[in-house]
């Protein structure tokens, strides 16, 4: 039960990551970075301790009590992390929310899910695998199938957005204008590598999520794991990403003089604010349910595979569902239509590794 539970909250963090610039798309007369930062606010800033305080009371108590060595390395790489975060968007501008989506959150699955196997393949630690797990026991190698499995899923979306290129001829001015393939990759890798980063925070921060844990444990005897353990730890996470991306929002939006958004006689004021509101807030939705998944699955690869390949998933449907691929050839819909069910696959895998522990 505990691996079906997991699942399902990953599921339904995916689906928050997946979606959460659609909101965006239906934004009017505001630039990139009007949006954006307005949206980071919610996601980073407002909605992450609120989480918190109803999930942890005293949350600011463990992490004025945590060691400043934990504290730094979570803010590092939450600022690392919130580099990819800031590309992630223009990635999604230029590629699409399908294919961005796709080579990003592929990038980041892949190293997420391995770096830290690796780092405590050198540094042992209770309750961590190494990444000889993934080599010599049969959950390890049904995990390893299903990433192999899920990069071919998206190299298959890569291929669609490839042959999309090809094809724009055959396209509107609009899509046209938007879609920048070249500069869209190198931003999608640049992103997807540093998005990896998020875990890292975790694993950094974990500490703090185990006080947490234990706290509710000894007031809740015999009821498993806390599932809100991570509320804590991304607090210090996202304060590191928020910095990243007002930093750079601030430097636009004075450049391109484009703080004259929020006057615009024709931006529809209030509806623009609402919609990046939900926006940011889905985005954080995305963080608050996979760290209930992490607590029925544990915080490794599995978690972080699982939580990338929904996200992947659902962003492809919306791709479809928004009509992205509209007036491509028959065989880039079809390219398209088999990385997301070859996506789907392997995450039946994963999951099924959950049962061979």
Not at 8 to 25: M, Q, T
Not at 196 to 223: H, R, S, T, Y
Not at 350 to 356: E, H, N, Q, S
């Amino acid at each position: 039960m505990n691996a079906l539970a997991g699942v399902i909250f990953h599921f339904i963090g995916g689906f928050a990551s997946g979606s959460f610039y659609v909101p965006y798309k239906k934004v009017k007369s505001w630039s990139w970075e009007s949006m954006w930062i307005l949206g980071g606010l919610f996601s980073w800033i407002i909605v992450p301790p609120i989480a918190a305080w109803l999930t942890i009371p005293n949350f600011m108590d463990i992490i004025q009590e945590s060691s400043a060595s934990i504290l730094g390395y979570t803010f590092l790489f939450g600022v690392l992390w919130g580099i990819g975060g800031l590309t992630y968007g223009l990635g999604v501008r230029y590629l699409g929310v399908s294919l961005g989506s796709s080579i990003i959150l592929g990038l980041s699955m892949v190293f997420g899910a391995l770096m830290p196997a690796i780092y405590y393949f050198f540094n042992k630690a209770e309750g961590k695998h190494g990444i000889d797990y993934f080599f010599t026991t049969n959950a390890g190698i049904c995990v390893m199938i299903g990433l192999l499995v899920c990069v071919i899923g998206i190299y298959l979306c890569a291929k669609a957005g490839m042959l999309k290129e090809k094809g724009l001829g055959t396209l509107g001015e609009e899509a046209k204008a938007e879609y920048k393939f070249g500069l869209g990759i190198v931003v999608a890798i640049v992103s997807g590598i540093l998005s990896a980063c998020f875990n890292f925070g975790i694993e950094a921060g974990k500490p703090m999520a185990d006080v947490a844990n234990n706290l509710w444990k000894a007031a809740n005897p015999g009821q498993g794991e806390f599932l809100y353990q991570n509320n804590v730890t991304y607090i210090v996470i996202l304060w590191g990403g928020f910095c990243t991306n007002f930093i750079w929002c601030a430097y636009l939006l004075l450049k391109n003089k484009t703080y004259k958004d929020y006057a615009k006689s024709s931006a529809p004021l209030g509806k623009n604010l609402l919609l990046c509101a939900i926006a940011g807030t889905t985005w954080y939705l995305q963080f608050f349910f996979y760290g209930m998944g992490e607590s029925r699955l544990g915080n490794g690869a599995s978690s972080w595979i699982l939580h990338m390949a929904f996200i992947i998933l659902i962003s492809n449907a919306w791709g479809v569902i928004l009509k992205e691929w509209k007036g491509v050839s028959k065989p880039t819909y079809t390219a398209i239509i088999a990385g997301i069910v070859t996506i789907i696959l392997s995450i039946c895998i994963v999951g099924f590794a959950k049962t061979l522990e």
